[in-house]
Each structure stands twice: as C-alpha cells, then as structure tokens.
C-alpha cells in the first residue's frame, strides 16, 4: 500500500526527525520487543483454522482502531510537500504497527515468508493477492517462519513502547483485504454526561503530593489510592497512566483544593537533565485521593494505551488501597502486592492503616484507544473479565 511518495516520506523522515524518546536508539536491537514497528520483511498473519473471511474481518476491525486515533496530519502548524509526505509516512507506519499488534492480541500470528518470495506476492492485485494467502491462512504449520505471537511484551521493561513511527515490513494481509469498507471501532467511547459539555473540570488545581504527615490530615472517608514505581528515569514522565473507568459518563468533578480526589492520575519515576548512570534506579510513592470506582491502568506515558485489554480493579468509597509496586524497567512489570511500602507510608495515620488492603487486578478490560499505539498489558496470577478473550487466552488456543 505505500506509494512512492510514502518512500521519498520516509527517507526525509529518517534524515530530519529525531527519536521521540531514548527508546528509539536501540529499537533495532533484535532481542528488544518493538511494539511501535511492524515485523521487518513479508509477512502476513495466520490462525489454525482461519476462514480468509475471518481474516479480512479482523483485519478490517483493526484497520478501523488505528483510523479511529488522531492523524499526524491534524493541527499541522508547517503545511506543504515535505511535512505532508512525512506525516503520510507515520501514520502508514503507525497503522502497520497498530495492525499487527491489534493482530497479535486476538490470536494471530505473524508469519514471514522467505525473502526471495514476498516481493512478487507482494506485486500482486488485490483479489490475486487475497487467493493465494487463502491456502495459508488457516494452516497448523504455515508457509513460512512464524515470527511473533502474542507474548505479553508490554510488561518487560526493555521493550519498545514510545519511539516516533517508522519503518517496518510490508503486510501481505493488510494489501490482500478490501479495505472499501470498514466497520466501527469497537468498543464505543462511553457516551459523555450532558454535564460535562457545560460544566469545565478544574484541572488547574494542582493535585497535591501526598506525605506521611499530610495524608492524616485529610478527611476521614476520603478514597485512597497508593502506588509504588520503580524505574531508572531514562525518559522524561516515564510511567502509568491510571484512570476512571467510563469516567466520561458521570457528572464532571469539580476541584477546589488540592486535596480534592481526583478521576485519574499519572504515577511516574522522577527524571532531570543531569542524573547518574541510566542503570540508576529511581523509585517514588504516590498517594492519591480519588474518586471510587474501576481503575484501570490505560497506558504507559501518554504514548502506548492498553486498550486492547487493560488491567482494572475496583476501589470502593472510603477504601485505602495500595495498587502495589511497579518496576517500569525490569524484566517483569509485576505488580508486586507486599503492603510494606504503603505501611510505611501511612504509619502516622493508623485509622486508614486499618483499613489498607492490596487491590485485586483483573486482566482484560478493553476500551476506545485514543493514542499513538495500542497493545493489552497483563499482570500475573490476575482473573480474567469474563468477556476478554484476547491476548494469553486468544494465544493459549493457537498451536504454534
């Protein structure tokens, strides 16, 4: 699907723009997941027992995901030949990535063909194209190398989450499919409460940091959240976005105070210009007061949403809980549940001590995706939604 002038694209792209983040420097390294580029090479995607029309459907509905995000192309402030071919550029290689990953979420697997085979598949109309991928779609054992199947990589710490778009391979099931027609992005945003579209949220009040000694201060029934994260502070506001789940739908939360609960929140390790060595670990605690509800952890910085299936768990009026600790840089995200941080934290405060307990994350929440790239993030030993048969259930049912 890219033309000529996507390729000029992404020459200038390559020579003019820099990384988004750290990230990038080393998202070539091949024992790195890259969730933010497409498999290298000619692949298309495969699932034991497939129908073509099976295939087409689900490339179509995450066709549809990645078009339902915001185009580099909005709000351009530089307009003519070269922001245009470069903003074409990303979003061809922001959709290939989001294609695959939406892919790999739902069961599939990404199979490579031998070199000297996908250039001439790859020359092939449309409906030629879609025939010859249909003998291979549905096999046990497909014709080619199988590359990548869902593996959970958005809890390891060296993978790839936030790098600027570019590059990739070319996917033969992406130009095999009739894309004339795509259906809606599923699931629907939460429809907004009338209030909200009259009525401003007072984001400028600042949302206070928490100490041992103001945490006592506040008032008795106040919802509290508590978190730990663990990281080395390489990427400026590296960390996890937390938020109400179907926030939109409720009426708008109005702060006056800082102390005032708050419908998300942003947990991150702290990061400066001059710091040590980047094998530095940095670690903060974050306690927030917040509104009840479902939590769910929607993305990590403000680049990758874990919309395909997000963690979430209840927190009830009045509840004291710790979300456990997050090691953003490790090989395991966790989360670890041990309550001594947070029993520390609140050691001056020992009526909400009492009622302190670890929260109980559940896997498979999916929501509207709404930023650069999406995947599914899954903690260890948590239950499954009922409703969630993506990611290690959608992979645990295919053969390799």
């Known amino acids: 699907m890219k033309s000529s002038a996507s390729a000029i694209a992404g020459v200038i792209f390559t020579l003019l723009l820099p990384p988004l983040n750290a990230q990038s420097q080393a998202q070539t390294r091949s024992e790195r997941a890259n969730l933010t580029r497409s498999t290298t090479g000619f692949t298309y995607f495969n699932r034991p027992g497939a129908t073509i029309a099976a295939h087409d459907d689900a490339v179509r509905m995450c066709v549809s995901r990645s078009n339902a995000l915001p185009q580099f192309t909005d709000g351009q402030v530089f307009q003519g030949l070269v922001p245009d071919l470069i903003a074409g550029f990303?979003?061809?290689a922001r959709l290939k990535a989001n294609l695959e990953n939406c892919m790999v979420?739902?069961?599939?697997?990404?199979?490579?063909?031998?070199?000297?085979?996908?250039?001439?598949?790859?020359?092939?109309?449309?409906?030629?194209?879609?025939?010859?991928?249909?003998?291979?779609?549905?096999?046990?054992?497909?014709?080619?190398?199988?590359?990548?199947?869902?593996?959970?990589?958005?809890?390891?710490?060296?993978?790839?989450?936030?790098?600027?778009?570019?590059?990739?391979?070319?996917?033969?099931?992406?130009?095999?499919?009739?894309l004339s027609s795509l259906p809606p992005p599923l699931p629907a945003p939460a429809p907004f409460h009338p209030e909200r579209r009259t009525l401003p949220q007072s984001a400028s009040v600042p949302v206070a940091q928490l100490t041992p000694d103001s945490v006592a201060s506040l008032p008795a029934n106040t919802t509290l959240a508590i978190i730990k994260i663990v990281g080395t502070g390489r990427t400026n506001g590296e960390g996890l976005g937390i938020g109400l789940v179907d926030a939109r739908s409720t009426p708008p939360l109005i702060r006056t105070a800082a102390t005032d609960p708050v419908e998300s929140f942003y947990a991150g390790v702290k990061w400066t210009l001059f710091k040590g060595s980047d094998r530095e670990v940095r670690e903060t605690l974050i306690a927030v007061p917040i509104t009840p509800g479902d939590y769910r952890i929607e993305s990590r910085m403000n680049?990758?949403?874990?919309?395909?299936?997000?963690?979430?768990?209840?927190?009830?009026?009045?509840?004291?809980?710790?979300?456990?600790?997050?090691?953003?840089?490790?090989?395991?995200?966790?989360?670890?549940?041990?309550?001594?941080?947070?029993?520390?934290?609140?050691?001056?405060?020992?009526?909400?001590?009492?009622?302190?307990?670890?929260?109980?994350?559940?896997?498979g929440h999916a929501f509207a995706c709404s930023l650069t790239y999406f995947y599914a993030l899954e903690l260890p030993r948590a239950p499954f939604e009922r409703e969630y048969t993506g990611g290690s259930k959608a992979a645990a049912s295919v053969t390799p």
């Open 105 to 178: 979420v739902a069961g599939w697997r990404v199979v490579r063909l031998p070199s000297q085979e996908g250039p001439t598949l790859s020359r092939l109309k449309q409906p030629a194209l879609s025939e010859r991928l249909s003998a291979w779609i549905g096999l046990d054992q497909p014709h080619g190398t199988i590359v990548r199947t869902f593996a959970n990589e958005a809890a390891r710490g060296d993978t790839v989450w936030g790098a600027m778009p570019s590059g990739g391979g070319t996917i033969l099931s992406l130009k095999a499919v009739d």
């Open 90 to 92: 990303q979003d061809d």
């Open 303 to 363: 680049t990758m949403e874990y919309c395909l299936g997000a963690p979430v768990t209840t927190i009830r009026e009045g509840d004291v809980v710790f979300l456990g600790t997050f090691d953003i840089a490790g090989q395991a995200m966790g989360p670890d549940l041990n309550l001594e941080p947070a029993r520390s934290f609140l050691a001056n405060d020992p009526a909400r001590l009492a009622r302190l307990r670890p929260a109980e994350w559940r896997n």
